[in-house]
């Protein structure tokens, strides 16, 4: 696998091809979400659960550099290779997929609050299971109704924001390095949490009223 140094914000830019065979390799854990109406045809999110990662993959092939040739260059080309555009006459190095456009390393917080919300897509995700998520080592039924009871307590006595704090300082962070996807948290007011698209986000922030 082809490496690339992260920005100042810990983004990496630069496309770079990632190996299937990973996902076939004895005790890596790699969960693939393709998210349909929220990411283009073609990429999907995955989450590393071990390096904590989470990258954005594009299928193959993809163009990593071409250049435009003249007439007799084309001429020169064409006896040699076959996979040439004689019409638009570029010389085009192509790269199998899948490959890395964006990569994000999450916190132990962050990939706790990331997974279940991964998984509840497209529907949102109730906040007693990013609760059991953050809290416990073993997410199970009885820890998510425990959670849950949890909760209506802290919403009856007045304390719902004090049990919600570590909840929304990890998702906090995390849109941060969600925005480097163009995907945004969204709440469910006192239910819980969904992803949505940055992108449609921001276009209807931006729709005047009287349009």
Not at 92 to 106: A, C
Not at 113 to 141: D, G, K, Q, R
Not at 200 to 209: A, D, F, G, H, K
Request: charged share 20%; aromatic share 4%.
């Amino acid at each position: 696998m082809t490496k690339a140094h992260p920005d100042k914000d810990g983004c990496i830019l630069k496309a770079q091809p990632v190996s299937r065979k990973q996902d076939n390799e004895v005790g890596t854990k790699i969960s693939h979400f393709s998210l349909p109406g929220l990411l283009p045809p073609g990429l999907t999110l995955a989450l590393n659960l071990e390096t904590r990662t989470l990258a954005l993959l594009t299928e193959g092939p993809l163009i990593m550099r071409e250049q435009r040739l003249s007439v007799n260059e084309m001429y020169l080309f064409m006896p040699i290779l076959e996979a040439l555009n004689l019409e638009t006459r570029p010389l085009s190095l192509l790269t199998k997929g899948p490959l890395i456009m964006r990569e994000q390393r999450l916190s132990v917080n962050e990939m706790c609050v990331i997974m279940p919300i991964l998984e509840a897509f497209p529907h949102y995700c109730p906040y007693e299971e990013l609760l059991a998520h953050i809290s416990t080592n073993m997410v199970t039924p009885a820890s998510i109704a425990r959670c849950r009871q949890r909760l209506q307590e802290a919403q009856s006595h007045g304390t719902w924001q004090q049990e919600l704090r570590p909840i929304r300082r990890a998702l906090s962070s995390l849109r941060n390095k969600l925005h480097s996807f163009q995907l945004e948290i969204s709440n469910v007011r006192e239910r819980g949490c969904s992803l949505t698209s940055l992108t449609s986000l921001t276009e209807r922030l931006l729709v005047r009223p009287d349009d």
